[in-house]
């Protein structure tokens, strides 16, 4: 599991490896950017809920991975969730079914490295 720590909270978001993966393209490119958006996650240790927290440029963000390796990233599914990071209820990720969705994506794109 990889690891979101978000400003000075020593606590982690955990998310598999190729999920943060996705998150870090979005959140660098917004951030690079100049743009804050929320990012809202359900289906790990938040049982039925879910959590948001607001990115912006100004709060530190670090993302830690136990793979060393670049993930492969599904375009079609990036720019998913790029436009969903852009609309008024930001990124959302459930953790439980967010392998279907890029599955769903797959055929349609070809791989992209992560960095």
Excluded: C
Aim: proline share 6%; hydrophobic share 40%.
């Amino acid at each position: 599991m990889a690891k979101l720590y978000y400003g000075s909270d020593t606590t982690p978001v955990a998310l598999p490896d190729r999920l943060l993966s996705y998150v870090k393209v979005i959140a660098a490119t917004k951030l690079r950017r100049n743009e804050s958006f929320t990012l809202t996650w359900t289906g790990d240790d938040t049982a039925d809920g879910r959590q948001t927290i607001w990115l912006q440029p100004s709060i530190a963000l670090r993302f830690v991975f136990e793979t060393p390796e670049p993930e492969q990233l599904v375009g079609e599914y990036l720019r998913q969730l790029a436009d969903q990071s852009n609309s008024s209820a930001g990124l959302m990720i459930d953790v439980r079914t967010w392998e279907q969705a890029e599955a769903a994506a797959r055929p349609a794109s070809r791989p992209i490295h992560a960095a």
